[in-house]
């Protein structure tokens, strides 16, 4: 990231958000702004609110929540590795996201895909398995 990218002194929230690589577009970016999923210093903010640096955002994306601080701002989208360096995220925000994660991936261990349709074969083992487990009716 070059020194001229980082000399703005303030910019649009929607526009830091898409340079930050929270969301693909900026239209996006606006349209999570309106629905109230980013929190600016625990206000709720419009797209056109001017960001600057140290300003304190909280981004709901599901299931995941970031606490961040902007640390630069960036008039251009970068690379993911430069965005990176766009902000600092809480220590408590990092722990709960990697909670959330492995919950979630034990979650989908639980329950394996299935290839969706049964097949006839399948149908009928289900039908005797279902009359086996009900001898009264």
Known sequence: MNEKSV????????????CAR????RAQAAEAIKGGKIRFNDTLP?????????????????????????????????????????????????????LLTTQLKAEAAMYPRTRGRPTKRDRREIIRFTQDSNPGD
């Open 46 to 98: 419009k797209p056109a609110r001017t960001l600057q640096v140290g300003d304190r955002l909280l981004i709901r994306k599901v299931p995941y929540q970031f606490d961040i601080t902007v640390l630069r701002l960036c008039n251009h989208r970068c690379s993911a590795s430069d965005a990176a360096l766009l902000y600092t995220e809480s220590r408590e925000s990092v722990e709960a996201r990697a």
């Open 7 to 18: 000399s703005m002194e303030t910019m649009r929230l929607d526009k830091w958000l898409w």
């Open 22 to 25: 929270f969301f693909k577009t």
